[in-house]
């Protein structure tokens, strides 16, 4: 599968899956919530963190959404999520 040519993903994420709901944490420094970490985020449900991202800092999270319409429709926002398991 060749890049977005919106976003310029390849539709895999860091642990190798293709799905259509997760998450993506900083991929350098530190990490707030660590790989595998289930968490619920208010709006959008529960998720699990899959992925890791280039420009998204210590204490983001970008959240993956079926289409680009769907994520401009969310937008950008301050919220707190609820770590529901952390893995080690």
């Known amino acids: 599968m060749g890049p977005c040519r919106r976003c310029g ?3 895999r994420t860091y642990t ?5 709901r997760g998450i993506a944490v900083a991929r350098h ?3 707030v919530l660590p790989i595998g970490s289930e968490v619920f ?11 890791v991202g280039g ?18 429709k969310w937008g950008t926002r301050k919220i ?3 770590a529901m398991v952390l893995n080690s």
């Open 9 to 11: 993903t390849r539709g």
């Open 16 to 20: 190798g899956t293709r799905s259509l």
């Open 29 to 31: 420094g530190r990490r």
């Open 41 to 51: 985020v208010p709006g959008y449900g529960s998720a699990r963190i899959d992925d």
């Open 55 to 72: 420009g998204v800092g210590p204490t983001q999270i970008d959240l993956r959404f079926k289409s680009h319409r769907t994520a401009a």
């Open 80 to 82: 707190q999520v609820i």
